[in-house]
Structures are given as C-alpha cells and as structure tokens.
C-alpha cells in the first residue's frame, strides 16, 4: 500500500530564497504523485503532476519538482519565495492502474518572512 | 468556465443528527471524489463516484453515504453524527474516472458538530 511522507510541518524562508518543501512515497508500483497548494479557508488547488513521463516537471507560480525513483522522493522547489507563496503546501499520490484515490501527506506550513 | 462548487459553505449540526453536503462538478468533469479533511490535517479519502455507482472507498464507517445524480453532481450523507465528524469536506471532480486523471478540488463545507 502507498503511503506519502512530508518531512517539516513548518518551513520558514526569507522572501527571495529558495523553496524546498520535502515528499516522500513508498508504494510497490510507480506511482502518480501530485503537490496542491492550499491556501486560508480554501480548498486545494493543483501545483504540478508526475505521471511516469518527464521526471522534472514544472507547474504554476515557478514551482517544479523532480521525481527521483533511488530516493523515492518528489521534493517542491521554487528559486525565489515571494510572500504570496505563504500557504499550506500537500504531497499527494496515486498507486498507478490499482486505485482513483489520491493518498495524502500531513501537509507543510510555507511561512515567507519579509 | 465554473469549477467545482460546493454548498454549504459552514454547516452547524448536534451529535447524532444527519447532514447533507452538495457538490457540483467541474463543467465536463463525470467523476467525484469526496475527501475529509480535519484541522491540521491532510485530506482523507471517502470515496469515489463514477458512472452514478460508488468505485471505490476508504476507511469510513457506512454512516457515510453518497450518491451521483446523473448530470454528474453529488451528495454525501453523514447519518448519526459524531464530535469527531467535524471536519472540512472537500469535492473533488475529474474526467473519465482514470486515476491518472487530475482531481480538482472545491472550496469545501466547514462542518462542526457540537
């Protein structure tokens, strides 16, 4: 069973540095994998997608993510944090071809300090 | 081009007492997922509608219930209402019912139960 591991509750970044936001996954099969970005007293909105095509993808607001199968992981970066990038950021995965649920991470607090 | 809308915004039950959350879909979108979100907390799936049928469901008791209608809109049921239930319910709409397929979320229903 997949199971998707966000390291760091809280981030803390200056305004302009660089965004890293941790994910990891364990699953027996290649997975699809997701980051959403949630902001105050709204719902989810989709960040970027891997689906076992390129393994750097780029998504909106100039965050990318690299899926690195050696390490499991599907980190979040972004070059510059603006203060508009402060939000609650979720990793998020689909076993491929087994299941339509997407499974959860716990979630990291982006904070951007000015 | 509407997204996924959900009504209510909050919602205010009693323990034991039943209540009903409505979503609407993306415009083209044929498949809804419904996800429990609590405080602090990544989103939980519940299930999955496609096709007017339940596809697929997770780790929730049968006193959550749902339905699709056929113009693709959905409800979830929650019947004898526990403090526990309170919680942030989040639609979810995508296409075609692949689980590859991107899962757009709505603003959600903010449930307390008291």
């Known amino acids: 069973a997949q199971s998707v591991t966000q390291l760091g509750s809280h981030v803390s970044v200056s305004e302009g540095a660089l965004v890293l936001l941790r994910c990891n996954y364990s699953s027996s099969v290649p997975p699809y994998l997701f980051w959403y970005v949630q902001y105050p007293n709204q719902g989810l909105q989709l960040l970027l997608k891997y689906t076992s095509a390129a393994t750097l993808v780029k998504g909106i607001n100039g965050f990318e993510a690299e899926f690195k199968k050696s390490e499991t992981s599907f980190h979040l970066t972004k070059p510059s944090a603006h203060m508009s990038d402060a939000a609650e950021y979720f990793c998020?995965?689909?076993?491929?071809?087994?299941?339509?649920?997407?499974?959860f991470g716990s979630g990291t607090r982006l904070l951007v300090r000015p | 081009d509407a997204g996924v809308t959900q009504s209510p915004t909050h919602l205010i039950k009693t323990r034991g007492q039943q209540v009903t959350l409505r979503c609407s879909p993306k415009s083209g979108h044929d498949t809804v997922s419904w996800y429990q979100q609590a405080l602090g907390q990544g989103p939980q799936f519940i299930f999955q509608y496609y096709e007017e049928e339940e596809r697929q469901r997770g780790n929730f008791p049968d006193r959550f219930s749902g339905h699709q209608f056929p113009n693709y809109s959905s409800e979830l049921n929650v019947n004898a209402l526990l403090l526990g239930d309170s919680a942030l319910y989040l639609c979810a709409s995508s296409l075609g019912g692949r689980n590859v397929a991107t899962q757009y979320f709505g603003p959600g229903t903010r449930l307390t139960v008291l």
């Open positions: 998020a995965g689909s076993e491929a071809d087994s299941s339509y649920k997407l499974i």
